[in-house]
């Protein structure tokens, strides 16, 4: 590696692996394996003096997972505090400098990592974000780290990692996606129990007033929060779980589309045409014809 590092010889259960160049090769050839692969992975455990300074960036994009202690990361011209369950992504080709705080040295977990939609996932990833976690679900990512190195640790090959590769998704969306990864917060609970009251009530109407009094919130935090978790306010989606089950009905049944409209709360089977074309793209009839 070209770029300056300072540490001790190696922290105590250290894991660390490379990928060779032949590999990475192939890698860059295989039609799945060339969208995202790892090229180094480890974990450094009470990395006491691990700091490393790269004047002319990575090579690749790097994620380092804190799960505990403290360090810091100089980039763009800013210092990032990095605590337990916060992580920090660093893009190739910038330059930037991290390292472990001297009182309480941070243990991460580290990817390198390349490929042809690298670029797409760091546009979608916030250079540093903390993880509002259960512990089962912070030890969800650190299985799939633990995961990655047992596989290794028998042995490097193309075979391997590309399993690796492809689990990389996975891995890489719970950081990207992270409050849907972070199954069970209490916000995410109140719109799951939304939509789950909604889905009992498709055949009717229901109001703001009606869902917010069964999950025991008011009509204004269910709006504010509902659109924050989903992107859609509580009625439209309430409209979009309906048109869900009409396209259900059209395709595996034999109702008609009067029938479906009023199984569904319509009492104008002409407003419920409307609606599902607005919603879906196209008619009930040609929705019907192309999906029997």
């Not at 050839?29 to 090229?39: A, E, R, S």
């Not at 193309?158 to 209490?186: A, H, R």
């Amino acid at each position: 590696m070209h770029d300056q590092a300072h540490k001790s010889d190696g922290f105590l259960g250290q894991k660390m692996f490379v990928l060779p160049p032949a590999i990475r090769q192939e890698l860059e050839q295989h039609p799945i394996g060339k969208l995202l692969y790892i090229t180094d992975i480890g974990y450094f455990p009470k990395a006491l003096h691990h700091n490393r300074t790269r004047k002319q960036g990575a090579k690749e994009d790097i994620l380092i997972f804190c799960v505990e202690g403290q360090g810091k990361v100089n980039v763009g011209g800013q210092t990032i505090l990095i605590n337990a369950n916060e992580f920090c992504l660093l893009k190739k080709s910038i330059p930037h400098s991290y390292e472990a705080d001297p009182k309480h040295p941070w243990s991460i977990y580290w990817i390198h990592f390349d490929g042809s939609k690298s670029e797409e996932i760091c546009k979608n990833t916030p250079i540093h974000n903390k993880i509002s976690l259960r512990s089962s679900i912070e030890q969800g990512r650190i299985a799939m780290f633990n995961d990655f190195f047992q596989v290794l640790e028998a042995g490097i090959t193309t075979e391997k990692v590309l399993y690796i590769s492809m689990q990389l998704w996975g891995l890489m969306s719970s950081f990207v996606f992270s409050s849907l990864y972070s199954k069970n917060l209490p916000e995410q609970n109140r719109v799951e129990k939304a939509i789950k009251y909604m889905k009992t009530k498709l055949h009717t109407s229901i109001s703001l007033e009606n869902i917010a009094d069964n999950i025991k919130c008011s009509v204004s935090h269910l709006s504010a929060t509902f659109k924050e978790q989903s992107g859609y306010s509580p009625l439209n989606y309430f409209i979009l779980l309906k048109m869900q089950e009409a396209c259900r009905l059209l395709s595996l049944s034999q109702l008609s589309i009067k029938e479906i409209a009023f199984h569904l709360g319509y009492s104008d089977p002409y407003y419920f045409s409307r609606l599902f074309k607005k919603t879906i793209g196209s008619s009930p009839k040609a929705y019907r014809l192309n999906n029997k």
